[in-house]
């Protein structure tokens, strides 16, 4: 059975609030991490993400200054800082629709609504390590593929366009696994 | 930072999207045997046990410093600022209280900051229904050991949500865009985790 390894992981938690923080890496130190680093609002945050080149990040939605919403648009600029692939977890206690909605195409790879647990945080983290989905870049949106899924009985247009891609198909387990296809140097 | 080029991405063009598939960094973290008797979430759910014991004092701050925002408010106004700190004082609390064991602070909080979310015009938010969002989240708290608080509790956030909701439907009758938000139900059920 695959077991996530925490201390080979360095994480970036961002929160205004202490005591999330406090208990964010109490959560983080239990699952075996060591290297977890913390930043109080959305500038410090960016400086601590651009030095210290965190392998996940933690960010919180409301904050001063500018938000986790801006914080994350800041971070997915491809070209434009070290790792704009970095994931990261949204931990909010906004749970509208919209809200979702809009961190995910703002580019998050995992969405936590609080209040937090253990078991739904491992679930967050295991899932980006375990399973790593690719990047999607368009016109309008740079971030990890929103379709976890692929649906048989979907039958509504496909909004990508371009060659063999075109058609939808469920992927088997196998094919997920490997690299995709035409890879050609960024 | 410089990439080498085994940090190089992988990317498929095609006519309108790429698919990026970056360096895969986190494989470095990834066992395949876990140590014996380790068991993950249950020392996380141990740390968290440890820390349990200051969590009636943070739940008391969190209560304090929205006070402080309130009276603040009341003071001066409704501005941008104090709008802004006012609603992450309440989001705070919404979030938390459940961790905090004070379950019950949630829902008048989640009320509170759709008031001061969804009010259009901030001038027109009214002073008495924030003090009644702010009084009720802190007798919550203050009598959580009462052993009829849950039914306190409820009455207390049910009529607090409904004045709210007839407010922000009339504050936002020509608004049909917002009136759908307001009306969606969460994706979270209110009080339970995700």
């Known amino acids: ?186 | 930072m410089a990439q080498d080029k085994n940090d190089a991405p992988t990317v498929a063009a095609y006519a309108d999207h790429e698919v990026i598939t970056p360096p895969n960094r986190l494989k470095k973290a990834v066992a395949m045997t876990k140590p014996a008797g380790f068991d993950p979430v249950a020392r996380a759910e141990e740390a968290l046990d440890n820390l349990a014991s200051e969590f009636p004092a943070w739940m008391n701050q969190e209560c304090e410093q929205l006070d402080e925002v309130r009276q603040k408010v009341k003071a001066e106004g409704f501005a941008e600022e104090t709008r802004d700190t006012l609603f992450r004082s309440a989001h705070d609390i919404k979030g938390e209280a459940a961790t905090f064991g004070f379950p019950l602070a949630a829902p008048p909080a989640d009320s509170l900051c759709r008031l001061i979310e969804h009010t259009p015009d901030m001038a027109r938010i009214p002073m008495e229904l924030v003090d009644q969002h702010v009084d009720a989240i802190r007798a919550i708290v203050r009598e959580g050991a009462r052993p009829d608080i849950a039914d306190i509790a409820q009455t207390l956030t049910r009529r607090l949500r409904e004045v709210t909701d007839e407010f922000l439907r009339h504050e936002n009758r020509d608004r049909p865009d917002v009136l759908n938000i307001i009306a969606a139900p969460s994706l979270v059920p209110r009080g339970k985790a995700d």
């Open chain 1, 1 to 186: 059975m695959v077991h996530i390894d925490f201390n080979k992981l360095r994480f970036l938690v961002v929160d205004d609030n202490l005591h999330m923080r406090r208990i964010l890496r109490s959560l983080l130190h239990g699952f075996g991490a060591r290297d977890v680093t913390e930043a109080e609002d959305g500038a410090s945050a960016f400086e601590a993400f651009t030095e210290g080149n965190p392998d996940i990040m933690f960010i919180d939605w409301a904050m001063p200054i500018f938000d986790g919403l801006e914080l994350i648009q800041m971070i997915r600029q491809p070209g434009a800082n070290a790792n704009p692939f970095v994931p990261i977890i949204m931990l909010t206690g906004h749970t509208e629709r919209t809200r979702v909605t809009a961190a995910r195409d703002a580019g998050i790879t995992e969405f936590l609504a609080k209040p937090i647990s253990a078991q739904r945080l491992y679930q967050r983290v295991f899932s980006i390590v375990a399973q790593p989905r690719p990047f999607i870049k368009t016109a309008t949106y740079f971030g990890p593929d929103r379709r976890r899924n692929t649906s048989a009985s979907y039958s509504g247009p496909e909004r990508r366009k371009g060659g063999a891609s075109d058609t939808i198909a469920p992927l088997a387990l196998i094919e997920k696994a490997k690299p995709v296809a035409q890879h050609r140097s960024p």
